[in-house]
């Protein structure tokens, strides 16, 4: 996901004024790592890193950026302004979600009062308010799921409980990768696939690395093992003898043993 600086670009070209070239470019790049981490490195030679330039430029720029990097509570060295700009980005998200929240609400119970409106034109004449029909459509996309979104955090969501690690997802290729997929399977399909992908324990798979990509390749190879687990027991032909494999099988299952 591509991180947005918010930056106050009069506040920031009252801050830099006469500022020489690479102070100005060692504070931007700090407040962007900021943004990025939630604050700067504490020594002097991560900052350098941040910054890309030498320790003896670092400790030079240091001399003025250090005020605008006080040290919190924490221990953490953080910009006061940015701080509170992620702070009020943080407020009115949410208070977004809140809005859209009672939009879907106040757009229910209009649903509610014109769905009684539409019965009594159905019965009277036998056909649908057109305007219904279009919001009856929108509620619909409004409630449905991504399926991309959702089948990323199905795979992301396995790919940390049984490897212990988060994904790193490639949106913009894993993304078309399942749209393609989605094609001819449906998303919860695709989900319990998913699942098999992590539990089979395939070589390939182990050896080659657990991604959308690999998984997409391996999808005719789960298939084939999903079907192979749903199929019955088969006994062998009367008269050929079990083998040994074949009798511990039928034991575990509890069969009765006649041959």
Not at 1 to 30: H, K, N, Q, S
Not at 40 to 51: G, W
Request: aromatic fraction near 6%; charge should be negative; charged fraction near 25%.
């Amino acid at each position: 996901m591509t991180e947005i600086l918010p930056l106050d670009v009069d506040a920031f070209e009252d801050t830099t004024a006469g500022w020489p070239p690479d102070e100005v470019g060692a504070y931007l790049r700090l407040l962007m790592y900021s943004w990025r981490h939630g604050a700067i490195p504490a020594d002097r030679k991560s900052i350098a890193t941040v910054v890309r330039c030498s320790d003896a430029t670092a400790f030079r720029l240091w001399h003025r950026l250090s005020a605008k990097f006080p040290q919190s509570e924490d221990g953490c060295r953080r910009n006061p302004r940015l701080e509170r700009t992620r702070r009020e980005v943080a407020e009115n998200a949410a208070q977004l979600l809140l809005n859209l929240d009672q939009d879907l609400e106040d757009l229910d119970l209009n649903l509610g009062s014109k769905n009684v409106r539409t019965e009594e034109i159905r019965s009277s004449h036998g056909t649908e308010d057109c305007t219904v029909s279009t919001m009856r459509t929108m509620h619909a996309s409004l409630h449905r799921p991504n399926p991309i979104r959702y089948l990323l955090s199905v795979f992301c969501r396995l790919h940390r409980e049984r490897l212990g690690v988060p994904y790193a997802v490639m949106h913009g290729k894993d993304g078309a990768l399942l749209k393609w997929l989605l094609q001819t399977h449906e998303a919860d399909k695709i989900a319990h696939l998913m699942e098999t992908f992590f539990d089979t324990g395939d070589e390939f798979i182990q050896r080659t690395g657990y991604t959308i990509g690999i998984f997409i390749s391996s999808v005719p190879k789960l298939i084939a093992h999903m079907n192979a687990d749903r199929l019955p027991p088969q006994d062998p032909p009367v008269g050929r003898k079990l083998t040994a494999a074949q009798i511990t099988l039928r034991t575990m299952r509890g069969d009765d043993d006649e041959n």
